[in-house]
């Protein structure tokens, strides 16, 4: 059971580049969310996924789009990259009850220079 | 909105001894969840324990518990017997129930690091 996967782990990025940040839980989680964490500080949610086909915006959206063609995969996609999105990036899951919090992907360290 | 607040960045402590890191968070609703993670050098996030408001029992995993006091909307985390490997940074977070459409995701405090001292 490989729970939530994050590819890739690291990535340097140069401003103006694209790249889709991948995830995939195989619990059959109905709930998705996608995390931002700058250094020294908690996290900040980005987007997050009810379900397939629904996404809603976070706390920090702006710069990033997400996609929720499956129950398994959420994918992270950064137009247009700048400095101000060099973060660490977590995917997250949950059961859809708020009991059981989330399980979180490894994480993936992303600079823009 | 709610909000989340560790109001101490650094903490260390000797090893075996006991330490406290505190929460206070900031919500109108009568039933919700609090959570504290653990996020050691490796980076992966790891639930430690859970409270659901509408218990008055404290929870308690093993070496962890909490002290929720619901009235002062203060949910703290007490770790007992200290070891090298609880050396991390520990995410306070809350969570509404997902009754109401929205509320289906976790509002993180900005952390405490941990130092357990040989």
């Known amino acids: 059971n490989a729970g939530v996967t994050q590819t890739p782990k690291f990535r340097i990025l140069k401003i103006g580049q694209s790249m889709t940040l991948q995830c995939t839980q195989d619990m059959n989680h109905n709930y998705m969310y996608w995390y931002r964490q700058d250094p020294g500080m908690g996290l900040k949610l980005i987007y997050y996924s009810v379900g397939a086909g629904i996404t809603d915006k976070g706390e920090v959206p702006n710069g990033y789009n997400v996609s929720r063609s499956t129950t398994e995969d959420f994918p992270l996609r950064l137009e247009l990259a700048a400095p101000s999105q060099t973060s660490v990036y977590f995917c997250a899951s949950s059961y859809s009850s708020e009991s059981y919090g989330y399980t979180f992907g490894s994480g993936t360290r992303l600079t823009v220079v | 909105a709610q909000t989340v607040t560790q109001s101490q960045p650094e903490m260390s402590v000797q090893e075996a001894e006991t330490v406290t890191l505190s929460c206070t968070y900031d919500t109108s609703e009568n039933n919700y969840y609090l959570f504290w993670y653990k996020q050691p050098p490796s980076r992966q996030m790891i639930l430690v324990i859970r409270?659901?408001?509408?218990?008055?029992q404290n929870a308690t995993e093993n070496r962890f518990s909490v002290n929720f006091q619901k009235a002062a909307k203060s949910f703290s985390l007490k770790i007992s017997d200290s070891q090298l490997g609880d050396t991390a940074m520990y995410f306070c977070?809350?969570?509404?129930?997902?009754?109401?459409?929205?509320?289906?995701?976790?509002?993180f405090g900005t952390g405490t690091r941990l130092t357990i001292i040989p």
């Open positions: 409270q659901e408001a509408y218990k008055q």
């Open positions: 977070a809350f969570m509404s129930p997902f009754s109401n459409f929205g509320n289906e995701k976790l509002t």
